[in-house]
């Protein structure tokens, strides 16, 4: 049992289809955000001690952004998932955005803190050309209505402000950058990205990750029907896997991802086949030859 719970609030930062590359117009940055959403909860979950929620129910809904951001109250941590525009093609930076300065709470201080780490972890990732940047801005307006202006700029930080939460917006890079752009598209980059924004997180949190078993290809703690499918489009070639996924789906332990394997894990989640009993029954095997070699 996980010693502490940490709640995670997963905001993509637009709906349906809103944002598109004027560089490569296969990208979306609702569409692709949303994709890396796919990947970044099942990674969060591979660290007992993290609870994930979400502001949206489905990619189209539509919801106010400061509303969003309150949806956090009684989460840890608000992060809004986005890709960035600028004027200039070449801009290729990866910016993450935390809450402007607060001496009465300590939600800037964290808020800042994991930006920075964000925004030079993702950077890193995604090799991007420009050095990374992390920075707050201040509304021009009284969003509060307190006569001070020192309000957050950016609704999805007020928002979570307003109900006492940490939030950081991560820009990841520009989709007004090709380079960046096509980089976003590819699903193996995605995961990439989501298991290391996962492991900075945990880091933070002082989280440890759960040790995955042969078959859970995705790494939630389970075996089901979407570990079967990435083990098949592993054994296909379409589907660009980490050492860690290409490890869980080998379930034979041979070497490579086979149709064996696939079927291995398709049987186990269906009930009519243990992968951890196959296990148990390789490694009595090989203790029983081992005593035999001793008694030769």
């Not at 290809?217 to 499918?229: F, Q, R």
Request: glycine share 6%.
């Amino acid at each position: 049992m996980a010693e502490k719970t940490v709640k995670i609030m997963i905001d993509v930062g637009h709906a349906g289809k809103e944002n598109r590359s004027p560089v490569y117009r296969d990208y979306w940055e609702s569409i692709q955000m949303w994709r890396l959403r796919d990947f970044l909860i099942p990674a969060l979950k591979q660290y007992p001690g993290f609870e994930i929620g979400e502001t949206r129910s489905s990619q189209t809904q539509v919801l106010e952004v400061t509303a969003r951001g309150r949806k956090a109250k009684g989460y840890d941590l608000l992060l809004s998932l986005h890709s960035n525009a600028a004027d200039s093609e070449s801009v290729d930076r990866v910016s993450c955005i935390y809450q402007v300065p607060d001496e009465y709470s300590i939600i800037d201080d964290k808020s800042k803190a994991i930006a920075e780490i964000f925004a030079k972890g993702i950077s890193q990732v995604m090799q991007t050309k420009d050095p990374p940047k992390w920075y707050s801005r201040l509304s021009d307006a009284d969003r509060n209505k307190d006569g001070l202006l020192n309000d957050n700029y950016y609704g999805i930080l007020h928002g979570a402000w307003m109900v006492g939460v940490a939030a950081v917006i991560m820009e990841h890079s520009f989709h007004t950058n090709r380079r960046a752009a096509m980089w976003l598209m590819d699903d193996s980059n995605l995961q990439r990205l989501a298991e290391a924004e996962a492991a900075m997180l945990a880091e933070f949190y002082g989280l440890t990750k759960t040790v995955r078993q042969k078959g859970d290809v995705n790494g939630d703690g389970k075996v089901d029907s979407i570990d079967y499918l990435m083990a098949k489009r592993i054994f296909l070639g379409t589907f660009k896997a980490t050492p860690e996924q290409l490890w869980a789906a080998d379930a034979d332990g041979d070497g490579v991802v086979t149709a064996k394997d696939c079927l291995m894990i398709k049987r186990h989640y269906m009930g009519t086949y243990s992968i951890v009993r196959y296990w148990i029954d390789y490694a009595a095997l090989m203790l029983e030859k081992a005593n035999l070699r001793k008694g030769e």
